[in-house]
């Protein structure tokens, strides 16, 4: 009888900073979300280490006391990768992969982890490439030497000067070689978006695993994959949709999140093209999620370097079934009431005044307030298919027929 393989899981450890940029508060949810990240990539978070820190160690990131805690715990647990919220250097990387002697992975180098995993099509795949290059280009010499330790090599020297040389010209080949591959699939992404039509386009937005897939399979009755994972969608899907009697076309795009990449940001512009040419933003929210006011500022920063930050936008407020607002005792005469304990009555005032009435609360999972939405997004489309085509305004009527 054949034995059932189990999958190994990662055993790892986070490290994280507190300074002036991001309080206890704001650092214990980065590393929430970088949690996450490693669950998404198939590792089990066994212990967190943060430490307060004005400015980064320029050589280790975090002082050599806490490191010496971090290597303690690593031998006695046998951990095999421990992950830093923020970006090291090349430097950073290899001193404290010296150190610590295991696999060191950044907040950068785990999100291009689960891009790879993740992406499906050779355009996501070639996408996915491209950042990793970029990425390991300057990590090249710490990464060569670490495999000639592995060897068994004399020394630290690593394998001499002219093999690393040679892998850097061998990756910045690869680099141009994958820049002129992405180039030519955007001018054939380019030609099929011309060829759509007259149709009005409009973009699903928002931070990663805010329901932006769900909230596109109930519209578009189709089955575009939606998990509970981060970044469960990374090519952008393209459906037609039909409101009432009046036909738009619906993209589905990949998730944004905090401290984004750069190489991402990069390389990933030629899927947010569908953002970029979209005539009518749904900029999806998780209300359920404590922070969720901070996500809609990431939104607005990767929207902001697209600019695409001035369209017409529709905020959609997702989730309200999962919402839970937080409670004061009534005997509680010390703690002072802030945005957390809002009902969602209360949010939807604050956000209807913010947006201009232009915002909405629903549940894509359960359904809830589908009929309002869907009357919204009609009103939002017509305006925009009417401003195009004046001449078709008698064919679709101004509201929405039950």
Not at 228 to 243: C, G, H, P, Q, S
Not at 252 to 272: A, C, H, Y
Request: hydrophobic share 40%; aromatic share 8%.
């Amino acid at each position: 009888m054949l034995e059932k393989k189990t999958l190994s899981v990662e055993k790892t450890v986070l490290v994280g900073i507190i300074n002036q940029q991001q309080d206890e508060d704001q650092s214990k949810e980065y590393l929430d979300e970088l949690a996450f990240l490693a669950l998404t990539a198939g590792g089990e978070v066994v212990k967190r280490f943060t430490q307060k820190i004005n400015l980064p160690n320029p050589k280790t990131f975090i002082g050599s006391g806490k490191l010496t805690e971090v290597e303690a715990f690593v031998r006695q647990e046998d951990i095999s990768t421990v992950i830093f919220d923020d970006e090291l250097s090349p430097a950073q990387q290899n001193n404290i992969e010296k150190f610590l002697r295991c696999k060191i992975l950044d907040r950068t180098g785990l999100i291009l982890d689960i891009f790879a995993q993740r992406a499906q099509t050779s355009y996501a795949r070639t996408q996915v490439e491209l950042a990793q290059y970029q990425y390991l280009l300057p990590r090249l010499k710490g990464l060569w030497t670490h495999l000639e330790r592995q060897k068994g090599g004399i020394g630290m020297r690593g394998p001499g000067e002219t093999e690393i040389e040679t892998d850097r010209r061998i990756v910045r080949d690869k680099i141009s070689l994958l820049k002129k591959k992405l180039t030519v699939i955007d001018k054939q992404m380019a030609t099929q978006r011309g060829n759509r039509g007259a149709l009005v386009r409009v973009a699903l937005v928002g931070y990663t695993n805010v329901g932006k897939s769900t909230l596109m399979n109930v519209l578009s009755k189709s089955k575009v994959f939606a998990e509970n994972k981060l970044f469960a969608t990374l090519d952008t899907t393209v459906r037609k949709v039909v409101i009432g009697n009046l036909p738009f076309l619906l993209s589905d795009t990949v998730g944004f999140i905090r401290k984004l990449p750069t190489q991402l940001v990069e390389s990933f512009k030629s899927t947010l093209d569908e953002v970029i040419e979209a005539d009518l933003l749904l900029h999806v929210v998780d209300i359920a999620h404590p922070n969720f006011e901070e996500h809609i500022a990431s939104v607005h920063q990767i929207l902001t370097e697209i600019k695409s930050q001035d369209k017409p936008t529709l905020m959609v407020f997702n989730k309200i079934d999962a919402y839970k607002a937080e409670e004061i005792e009534e005997d509680d005469l010390t703690t002072v009431r802030t945005s957390k304990h809002f009902s969602l009555a209360e949010w939807e005032a604050t956000w209807m005044a913010k947006m201009n009435g232009n915002a909405l609360f629903i549940s894509a999972l359960n359904k809830e307030n589908l009929e309002d939405f869907r009357k919204r997004a009609y009103a939002a489309i017509r305006e925009i298919h009417i401003t195009r085509f004046p001449y078709n305004h008698f064919l679709y009527p101004e509201g929405l027929e039950e």
